[in-house]
């Protein structure tokens, strides 16, 4: 798993720096603030895959109250403390948009107590009309009966990590269900009222083009208004980044990472479901992840969970865009660390930074050109603009950008999205 950064010390109550509550108009009235949402990091895995390096522990009892059976009345502290700090800060009450669970793999708890955390999310905030919350899972941690309790606390859409229907890349992946089930799960989950998304990766070590064609193919069968696809990558301190470095498996190139994304798309978009991010397609706005959106659109969140990442921007009614953007944050990793400093009533942050004006103008044209709506050309600063005619011409943003004012990556752009964001950038 990766190091956190290093970062200022959190204060221990979790306090906020001032300039967040900061930059309302003279008038007295109240500062425009973006969406909030929550993101509740589950730490628990039944297999630790070899790809991955996400923070996630495979027992069930690390003790110190870092338990799965005691994680829902955790994480209800960290809720709770949120709520204080937000409050304190000149920021709280506003409603909930969006909640997401991820992991791991959240549905390793019981859904009851996946239920316990959302009822506290909503007393704590309160959840806006029609407010999106999803979580993940895997397709052999679910049932009939789960689903049907999830729905019934208010969950609405859950994001099943199929990755591939073909066995012996599952196989490599070391991933432990059965490519059968998942025409079961999503029906399970369609009967239950749930909106459904199926979590593919292409790239696997001894993955063909046909293996991969397979695996569209029956994620698109079982008829989702969802899909996310995602290159593999792997990290290094992973044991498939061992296996690589011993020659044991081998990477495929670029050039066969860009023919399996362009197939994905051309088969996804056959079937109706349009890019609407780089990675993402779905059946119509209605269907995309608006979480996710949320943070390509930099809105606010605060992240629950060992190793959980937050963010809030500062205030500026004004238009200003002097002084600080905004601090994000970060919990200590480890369950048992985590759990121990909420129980002594102290916050778990291990680590912050606050944005600058030019840190916060990379991630809004990093994040924001990702999307098929595009990078409004206001964004960008002199040298960006005089870049867009350049990127044109090399067909990585749409010809029609200068008559839409947006900056719109072609298909061949997504593929090079971060040469895209180094020049409008630099």
């Known amino acids: 798993m990766p190091a956190l950064p290093d970062g200022e010390p959190v204060p221990a109550d979790g306090t906020l720096p001032a300039f967040v509550g900061?930059?309302?108009?003279?008038?007295?009235?109240?500062?425009s603030r973006s969406r909030f949402g929550v993101y509740v990091h589950v730490p628990f895995c039944s297999v630790r895959c070899g790809y991955c390096d996400f923070?996630?522990?495979?027992?069930?009892?690390?003790?110190?109250?870092a338990s799965q059976m005691a994680y829902a009345t955790t994480a209800l502290r960290e809720v709770e403390l949120a709520a204080r700090v937000l409050d304190d800060a000149?920021?709280?009450?506003?409603?909930?948009?969006?909640?997401f669970f991820g992991g791991g793999t959240p549905t390793m708890l019981p859904a009851t107590d996946l239920a316990r955390i959302l009822t506290g999310v909503r007393e704590a905030w309160g959840l806006?009309?029609?407010?999106?919350?999803?979580?993940?899972?895997?397709?052999?941690?679910?049932?009939?009966?789960?689903?049907?309790?999830?729905?019934?606390?208010?969950?609405?859409r859950v994001s099943f990590g199929m990755q591939s229907a073909v066995p012996h890349v599952l196989a490599t992946l070391e991933r432990t269900h059965d490519p059968a089930r998942i025409p079961d799960v999503v029906r399970w989950a369609g009967e239950a009222g749930l909106d459904v998304s199926l979590d593919l990766i292409y790239g696997t070590p001894g993955e063909s083009l046909e293996d991969w064609r397979a695996s569209v193919e029956t994620a698109l069968a079982t008829g989702v208004d969802h899909v996310?696809?995602?290159?593999?990558?792997?990290?290094?301190?992973?044991?498939?980044?061992?296996?690589?470095?011993?020659?044991q498996v081998l990477l495929p190139d670029e050039d066969d990472q860009a023919a399996k994304y362009e197939l994905a798309d051309d088969l996804l978009t056959?079937?109706?479901?349009?890019?609407?991010?780089?990675?993402?397609?779905?059946?119509?706005?209605?269907?995309?992840?608006?979480?996710?959106?949320?943070?390509?659109?930099?809105?606010?969140?605060?992240?629950?969970?060992?190793?959980a990442h937050s963010f809030v921007g500062a205030a500026r009614a004004d238009g200003s865009s002097d002084g600080p953007a905004g601090v994000r944050w970060w919990n200590v990793k480890h369950p048992r660390r985590y759990a121990a400093l909420l129980e002594s009533g102290s916050s778990p942050g291990a680590g912050r930074e606050v944005l600058t004006a030019d840190e916060a103008y990379l991630e809004r044209v990093m994040l924001g050109v990702r999307l098929s709506d595009g990078l409004d050309l206001a964004v960008l600063r002199p040298a960006g603009r005089r870049a867009?005619?350049?990127?044109?011409?090399?067909?990585?943003?749409?010809?029609?950008?200068?008559?839409t004012g947006r900056a719109v990556l072609t298909r061949r752009g997504r593929l090079l999205a971060d040469a895209v964001v180094r020049e409008l950038t630099e």
């Open 388 to 403: 867009v005619a350049g990127l044109v011409a090399t067909g990585l943003l749409d010809g029609r950008t200068a008559v």
């Open 228 to 247: 996310s696809a995602y290159a593999l990558v792997v990290e290094a301190g992973t044991k498939m980044a061992a296996q690589v470095r011993r020659g």
């Open 55 to 65: 923070n996630t522990y495979t027992a069930s009892e690390l003790g110190g109250g």
């Open 90 to 99: 000149g920021v709280g009450g506003r409603p909930v948009s969006t909640v």
């Open 270 to 307: 056959e079937a109706g479901l349009g890019w609407y991010e780089v990675s993402n397609w779905s059946r119509g706005p209605e269907h995309a992840c608006r979480h996710n959106l949320a943070y390509w659109r930099g809105d606010d969140w605060w992240g629950v969970g060992p190793g």
């Open 128 to 156: 806006t009309p029609g407010a999106e919350v999803s979580t993940e899972a895997n397709p052999d941690s679910v049932t009939p009966e789960s689903l049907g309790v999830l729905a019934e606390a208010g969950f609405t």
């Open 22 to 31: 900061d930059g309302g108009p003279s008038d007295g009235a109240e500062p």
